[in-house]
């Protein structure tokens, strides 16, 4: 009876992992459509900006779409790690949300539509998303020391 709960078990696993990874590829896929459309649609965004007269509505357009981008790039290299190590880093989704976050800042600065508190407000994330994202790198190099030195013994 007991092995037949561990089998059990061992195939609802499986299954389990099957399905993240089924849905994990789905993700990726989508995200890649994303980036691939978004970079064409911002080439022929280009023939828009050089032939506009006023350049300064479709520059911010053309800078919200570029950091937009680099948002979608982090993502599925989050998810493309994810493949590889079984387990999401946070360094990536880290960085993904200060890009985040800057596309905001600069879009609003920009547009000079922020306030001063609004300003010190997204200073301060980012300075803890800068924080976090340092201390994930030295957790993470200390954890592949760590493997590094129990597997030479």
Known sequence: ?????????????LVLEKTIAAVFAAIIVVLTLGVVIGTVRLFINLGTLAAS???TGQY?????????LFILV???????????E????????????????????????????????????????LFV??????????VYQREKQMTAENSRR
């Open 1 to 13: 009876m007991k092995l037949e709960t561990t089998s059990m078990k061992e195939r609802l696993l």
């Open 53 to 55: 007269g006023g350049v």
């Open 60 to 68: 911010l357009k053309t800078i919200s779409d570029v950091l937009t």
């Open 74 to 84: 982090e993502l599925t290299r989050s998810l493309v790690d994810y493949f590889s």
């Open 86 to 125: 079984n387990r999401l880093r946070l360094t990536f989704i880290v960085d993904a949300a200060i890009v985040f976050v800057l596309r905001e800042i600069m879009i609003k600065l920009f547009e000079h539509k922020i306030s001063t508190e609004e300003l010190y407000a997204l200073s301060a994330l």
């Open 129 to 138: 998303m800068g924080a976090l994202r340092i201390a994930s790198v030295l």
